[in-house]
C-alpha cells in the first residue's frame, strides 16, 4: 500500500521529466564539454610523463582520463535540486500540500529525485557513458571493486540528498537559499575530490577535507573504482564513514524539521 | 545624451525596487562572488601541485581566469539581467510594453535594469588584477595601458556580444534561458585554462567561430608579451578590439533580426 505510493511518486517525477527532452539536450552537452576540458587539463598537466607521483602511489594519465569520467557519472546524480526545490515550496506554500499527503516530506522529495534519477540513468548516463567509452579509454574495475564502488556510490547519494535536503531547510529561516547553495557548491568543487582528485592534494588540504562528507561521494568511491583503496578494513571503514554522516545528518534534519515546521505560516492558498 | 538623463531616472527606481530586500540585497553581491574565491582556490590547489600548465604558472594562469571574469561582469552588469528580463516578457507575452515606448528597444532594455549582482565579481577581478599583477611584477606605462584598456574593452564587448545573442534566441525559442545558460556558464569555463591546451580544432573554434579566446587568452598574451605560444598567427592579440566590436555589431544585428520575428506570445 505505502509501496505503491512511492512508486506512484517516483513515477510521476520520471513523467514530468520527459516533458523537458530539449533541456536535457542540452544538460548532457555541457556535462560532456566539462568531461572534456578536464581531459584536456589533465593531458597538458602531464605534459611528457606516462605518471605522476601522489598521495597514492603512481597515478597514469589513463587513470586520471578514467577518474574525470567516472567522476562526472556520479555528477549526474549529485547535481539535485532539492534545495531549490524545498525553498521554492516553502515560499510559494506549496508546501502546504505536501504536508497533507499520507508521507513524510522528505519522502516524497526523495521519490521525486529518484524519479529524476531514473530518466537521467536513460537520457544522460547511458548517452555520456558510450561517448567516454568511444573518444577515452576508460579502465574497468575488478568485479569485487565494481561491487564496493556500487555500494559507495549508491551510499554517497544518499549523503549527498540528506546534505542538499538539510540545506534547503534553511529556507524556512532564510528565504536566499541559492546564496548558501553557492557556498555548498564551492565546498564540494574544491574538498570533494570532484575535479582535483584528492591524492593530488597538499597535506593540509587533505586534512581538511576530512572534516567535510563532500570526499565520501565523489573522491573515496573512484578510488575503490581504480583499485586505489583496497582490503575489507579500509572498505567497510569508508562504508562505516559513510552510515555515521548519514545517522548524523538524519539527526539534524529531526531537529531542524521540528523547528520548522511550528515556526511556518503559508498565507492563502 | 537623452539616454543618459533616462538612465539617471531608471537606475535610482531601479535600486529602490531592490534595496526594499534589505539584507538580501546586500547579501547578492556576496552570493556570486563566493563562487569565484572557490574556483581561485581550485587554480592554487591544482597549480601548486603541478607548477605549470602548458607554460603558464599559477599566477598566469589566475590572471587569465581574472580577466574573463572582469569582462564578464562588466558586461553582465550592462546586459545579463536585461536579457533574462526580456526572456520573461517574451515568455509571458508582456514584451510589447518595449516596442511601444518612443526609444531604441535595444536602449530601453539596457537602461531599465542595472546588474547590481556582478559589482562584488568586478570588485575582486580588480583586486585579483593588482595580485597577479604585482606577483608577476608587470607595471604599465602609458602606452602598454591605452593597449590594456582596449584589449579590456574588446573583451568586454565579445562577452556583451554573446550574452546579447543568445538571449536573443528567445525570440525563436521563447525559452532561452538554458542555451544562455550553456553559452555563458558552460561553453566559456572552456577559458579558465589557456586555449593552448586544447586540439587545433577546438582552438580555431574558440578563435574564429565562437570567439571566446578573446576575452582572456589573446589580451593575456598581450599583457605578458608571450610571443613564444602564438596561435595561428601572432598578430591576433592586437585584433581583441576589432573583434570585439565586429562581433557587438554582430549581436546587434541578431537583435533587431529577433525583434523583427517577434509576434507575441497571445494574451
Redesign the interface.
Given at each position: 500500500m505505502r509501496l505503491a505510493l512511492y512508486r506512484e511518486m517516483t513515477l510521476n517525477s520520471l513523467r514530468t521529466s520527459l516533458a523537458f527532452r530539449s533541456e536535457v539536450i542540452l544538460f548532457l552537452f555541457g556535462q560532456l564539454l566539462r568531461l572534456f576540458v578536464q581531459v584536456y587539463i589533465w593531458r597538458a598537466l602531464f605534459a611528457n610523463s606516462t605518471e605522476l607521483s601522489s598521495q597514492s602511489g603512481m597515478i597514469t594519465l589513463s587513470e586520471m582520463i578514467t577518474y574525470s569520467v567516472v567522476s562526472t557519472a556520479i555528477s549526474v546524480f549529485a547535481t539535485n535540486d532539492v534545495i531549490f526545490r524545498v525553498s521554492r515550496k516553502v515560499s510559494s506554500g506549496e508546501i502546504a500540500m505536501d504536508l497533507i499527503k499520507p508521507m513524510s516530506f522528505r519522502s516524497v522529495l526523495f521519490c521525486q529525485t529518484l524519479g529524476v534519477n531514473v530518466y537521467r540513468i536513460l537520457f544522460e548516463l547511458l548517452p555520456l557513458m558510450m561517448v567516454s567509452l568511444i573518444l577515452f579509454g576508460v579502465h574497468l574495475p575488478t568485479l569485487a571493486n565494481g561491487l564496493a564502488f556500487l555500494g559507495l556510490v549508491v551510499g554517497g547519494l544518499i549523503l549527498n540528498f540528506l546534505i542538499t535536503y538539510a540545506i534547503g531547510l534553511i529556507a524556512f529561516w532564510y528565504i536566499l537559499v541559492w546564496q548558501v547553495n553557492t557556498v555548498l557548491d564551492g565546498l564540494i568543487r574544491l574538498l570533494s575530490g570532484a575535479f582535483i582528485p584528492i591524492w593530488f592534494f597538499s597535506d593540509t588540504l587533505v586534512k581538511l577535507s576530512y572534516f567535510f562528507p563532500f570526499r565520501l561521494i565523489y573522491y573515496e568511491p573512484i578510488a575503490v573504482f581504480l583499485g586505489k583503496t583496497t582490503g575489507w578494513a579500509n572498505l567497510l571503514g569508508l562504508f562505516a564513514q559513510q552510515l555515521a554522516w548519514i545517522v548524523g545528518l538524519l539527526l539534524l534534519q529531526r531537529w531542524m524539521w521540528g523547528r520548522a515546521v511550528r515556526r511556518l505560516v503559508v498565507q492563502g492558498g | 545624451m537623452r539616454f543618459l538623463k533616462l538612465y539617471a531616472r531608471f537606475i535610482p527606481i531601479y535600486f529602490k525596487s531592490k534595496t526594499e530586500h534589505g539584507f538580501?540585497f546586500y547579501?547578492d553581491f556576496?552570493?556570486?562572488a563566493?563562487?569565484h574565491?572557490?574556483s581561485y582556490?581550485?587554480i592554487w590547489?591544482?597549480m601548486?601541485?603541478?607548477q605549470t600548465?602548458?607554460g603558464w604558472n599559477m599566477y598566469e594562469v589566475m590572471l587569465m581566469y581574472t580577466l574573463n571574469m572582469l569582462t564578464f561582469g562588466i558586461a553582465a552588469v550592462f546586459f545579463f539581467f536585461q536579457m533574462t528580463d526580456v526572456e520573461e516578457d517574451v515568455h509571458m507575452g508582456t514584451f510589447d510594453s518595449l516596442l511601444v515606448k518612443p526609444i531604441n528597444p535595444f536602449v530601453h532594455m539596457i537602461i531599465r535594469a542595472f546588474g547590481h549582482f556582478f559589482l562584488g565579481d568586478i570588485v575582486i577581478a580588480v583586486g585579483m588584477l593588482v595580485f597577479c599583477f604585482h606577483k608577476l611584477g608587470l607595471s604599465l606605462d602609458f602606452g602598454s595601458a591605452i593597449a590594456f584598456i582596449a584589449v579590456l574593452l574588446g573583451g568586454v564587448l565579445v562577452q556583451a556580444a554573446f550574452i546579447v545573442i543568445s538571449g536573443s534566441a528567445c525570440f525563436w525559442l521563447v525559452r532561452s534561458r538554458?542555451?544562455m545558460?550553456?553559452v555563458l556558464f558552460?561553453?566559456r569555463?572552456?577559458m579558465?585554462?589557456p586555449v593552448s591546451?586544447?586540439?587545433t580544432v577546438?582552438r580555431g573554434v574558440l578563435t574564429f567561430v565562437i570567439p571566446y579566446a578573446f576575452v582572456n587568452f589573446y589580451p593575456a598574451q598581450l599583457i605578458l608579451n608571450r610571443n613564444d605560444d602564438a596561435l595561428f598567427a601572432s598578430w591576433l592579440p592586437y585584433a581583441t578590439p576589432a573583434v570585439g566590436l565586429l562581433l557587438f555589431a554582430i549581436g546587434y544585428r541578431v537583435w533587431n533580426a529577433g525583434l523583427n520575428r517577434y509576434q507575441g506570445t497571445g494574451s
Open positions: - | 538580501g547579501m556576496v552570493g556570486f563566493l563562487n574565491v572557490v582556490f581550485v590547489a591544482l601548486s601541485r603541478f600548465i602548458n538554458s542555451l545558460n550553456m558552460g561553453i569555463d572552456l579558465d585554462y591546451i586544447y586540439g577546438l
